[in-house]
């Protein structure tokens, strides 16, 4: 039976409930070719493709679709309804949209869910990380911490301000009449498939903060060779992952990507059929397969007492959000020990100074020396934007900048380079677009050093050398600071040298 042409496309959309697909499943088909074409993509799976369109028979469009994905595409039907609600979630549009809303006040009905719901939409269209609503004394500030750095996206009128931050808190199930506590709590999208928010509030001077951090499950690559490690760093971990008891931890300041860095070797472990717990605070992505426990210091779920508790529990592996004293560092490292593998974070600058900070929290040498197998140290890069990148010649400004840091000057001497000789050589640099809010970077990336404990290295932890001693040692067997891994990042256009300059310069 030949079916009509109407017939063979079936409706979905709708049944979906018209989720939103994430921006890079949107972006297969740029704005002004759905616009053209009337049809979007509303999922990709690799190389799978599914495509929405009023007229799937449309010559044209079948042509681009096959050139820009190849065969695996599978055709459904569109309304016109449809197009215009995906042509909304363009993020170039946002902007003018939030504007309408505002120029049309809060009387309106439904403005505000709308308004509310625009803001988040255009935050996670931007990759926006964070977002904070700050009201002043007239009006509201909203910005986007975007790869790290904030950006101010617009203002509010202040009537406005109270009537989105009274939405927000009534999505989260916040207390709706107190103004006067910082609240707490988690917003889940009908909208958006893999993510949901974290809500926090704090009374100013001028009216309620809220603060939005945004939880994506659906991109997190956490491959590590993707986080930025480079072949030697992965062959380290991979090897020290693989014993059965000890430490491994993960340093660096707050927003230094080093949980990640654990989330990461936490996959890895995953594989294997052993008994994985963690005590976090706050569990920021869910893992399946491991279980996650979340610090609560109101019902005396601290690190130290989870710790202990958790130890009764027989697991394989442990993750220990941070270690933050003296307590919480000598039961670890007697979990570690007693033959479980210990995996936790330090606030210290680099990877020599964790074991410094172990024995300052007192814990003991012996303890330190022979359960500590692996020490990473990181700090996080933007990368240059890949839309607009170019080649340029290396700016004076920042010769005479590298100049100034002695730490820089000497990775390049031990790198074989002279800072007298970088000028005439080529460096990738972002020209700013509108991908990447015309800052030139688009993502981040770590950088990193990583520690392993060897004999000698056991020795003189036992013996109490001074770091740089312990330092010289691990650079026989290849060791290199984060410097060196940031600057192998510049010469290979990953990064620019101002970042690198900026991301160690408390070193
Ligand atoms: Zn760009």
Redesign the pocket.
Known sequence: MKLSKKQSYSYIFEKRERKVPSPETLMCIPRELVEEFQAFVFDRKGKKVEVAAIDPENELLKNFVRNRFGGDVKWFSAKKEDISFILKHYSRDFKEDIAKLISMGVGINGNIVELAGLIIAYAVAEKASDVHLEPLRNESVIRFRVDGVLHKILTLPKEMHNAVVARLKLLANLKMDDYRHPQDGRIELERFADISLRISTMPTLHGEKVALRVLDDSNKDLSIRHLGFSEQHENIILRNIEKPFGLIVSSGPTGSGKTTTLYGLLHLLKKDKINISTLEDPVEYAVDGINQIQINPRTNLTFASGLRALLRQDPDVMMVGEIRDSETAIMATEAALTGHLVLTTLHTNDAVSVITRFLEMKAEEFAVASTLNLIIAQRLVRKV?????KEVEIDDAIIKKIKERKDIVNALTLMGKEVNKLKGEKFLV?????????????GRIGIFEALEINKPIYDLIIGHAPTERIKEEARKNGFYEMIIDGLEKVFSGITTFEEVLRATRNN
């Open positions: 934007c890949d839309v607009c990148k972002g020209a700013g677009c509108d991908a990447c809010l015309q800052t030139g970077y688009r």
